[in-house]
């Protein structure tokens, strides 16, 4: 199996681990076989760990540790918050957060889309069986 | 009459706080023994200047809290150093002989100011002719890296005591910041060496440019198309609460 996720400059990550958690971060330069300097747009740019790091599909056009100015641009330009947030990892995270913060109306809402939608597909299941019985 | 008038300006504007201050102000203005009962007329300016001091602080502590809240907004990377680097400077005690005996500066490692002074006495004691008896310490100030966010490669030479005898030691290492080359430095001369700190010294440290690096292990990283991918990954808990000892199935190690 040949390995598809490289560290590389450009290279976007999740952070998984600590104070940054559920962020996504640039690499921008690699300090040694263990840690990387990292920057995004909300933070000083400081050195993480590879454990703390998931790799993303997702690669920028970046030079070696840019300035704050000429990443952000960068990252508009490859478009990087939205092909995260319609890749399936992206939505199933905002999904996640989503389910985290719901409070108890939230949830009763969601109970009754959800005895809906059941009922819905019942009632095509039971047609369904009909026409084949019939 | 002046004092009157100044007895009726301060009770106007005195409160619990103010007061505090004032009569540190007081104290350094006119010396500490006088009474706060006698006024005398430079007191008006003392006063104006106090009322101006006091805003000027309290605008200056809300600057620099906001200040610091908004540097601090989001640093990655560990902050904590043990090592601390501490610029010391000293010299021997003035005497008949030697009215202005040079001063001496030196750059070192400690984890603390108290352990600094005590390693620049020793060190100072090996050179010259004065011990912490016969000196006196003019300035003990930390040294903080001036740019914390961008790689450099340090090489540091060192003495360090082994089984055997002294040895010197060069060795170079990749960080953003000296401190934690330092550290690195430390840690790997235990493990490597099994070396303690305490029998380290540090003779100097430099930051090399790319060219003069002398390590292999530095030098592959000296690469602006560097690219290689993370052939080990094991997914840990986000938080140490969540971690358990049992899994219900064996981890996924492929990235």
Redesign the interface.
């Known amino acids: 199996m040949p390995f598809k996720r490289y560290v590389e400059i450009g290279r976007i990550a999740l952070v998984n681990y600590g104070k940054d958690y559920g962020k996504l971060v640039v690499i921008v330069d690699v300090i040694d076989q263990n840690r990387a300097l990292v920057d995004a747009p909300d933070m000083v740019r400081g050195q993480m760990n590879f454990k703390r790091l998931t790799l993303t599909d997702i690669k920028i056009d970046i030079n070696r540790v840019p300035k704050k100015k000429t990443l952000v641009a960068a990252l508009e330009a490859a478009d990087v918050k939205n092909k995260w947030e319609s890749s399936s990892w992206g939505r199933k995270l905002i999904v996640q957060k989503k389910r985290a913060s719901l409070n108890d109306f939230d949830r009763f809402k969601i109970m009754l889309a959800k005895i809906k939608k059941a009922g819905v597909v019942r009632q095509e299941l039971a047609k369904l069986k009909k026409e084949t019985t019939a | 009459m002046i004092i009157t008038d100044t007895v009726q300006f301060l009770k106007f504007t005195y409160d619990e706080h103010e007061r505090t201050i004032f009569s540190f102000v007081w104290a350094v203005c006119f010396g500490p023994d006088q009474e706060l009962g006698f006024f005398s007329w430079p007191l008006y300016s003392v006063i104006n200047h106090f009322h101006d001091l006091n805003s000027f602080l309290s605008a200056s502590t809300t600057a620099a809290a906001t200040v610091e809240d908004s ?1 601090r ?6 902050m904590s150093y043990k090592f601390h680097q501490f610029q010391v400077v000293g010299r021997a005690l003035p005497t008949e002989s030697d009215e202005k005996p040079k001063i001496y500066r030196m750059k070192l490692w400690a984890t603390n100011e108290v352990r600094a002074k005590s390693k620049f006495w020793y060190f100072l004691r090996k050179l010259k002719k004065v011990k912490k008896s016969n000196g006196q310490m003019l300035a003990i100030n930390e040294i903080f890296e001036k740019n ?4 450099k490669n340090y090489g540091i030479w060192l003495r360090y005591q082994s089984r055997t005898g002294y040895h010197n030691m060069y060795k170079e290492y ?3 910041t000296l401190n934690g080359g330092v550290e690195q430095m430390y840690t790997e001369m235990a493990s490597r060496h099994r070396v303690r700190h305490h029998c380290i010294q540090v003779i100097k440290t430099a930051t090399i440019p790319a060219k003069l690096c002398k390590r292999e292990s ?1 030098k592959q ?1 000296h690469n ?8 080990f ?4 808990p ?2 140490r609460k969540l971690k358990t000892t049992y899994k219900a199935s064996r981890p996924n190690l ?2």
Request: charged share 25%; no cysteine; aromatic share 10%.
């Open positions: 540097s907004g989001s640093h990655a990377g560990k914390p966010t961008t790689i990749r960080d953003t530095t990283f602006s198309k560097i690219k290689f991918p993370l052939v990954k094991k997914v840990r986000p938080t492929f990235v």
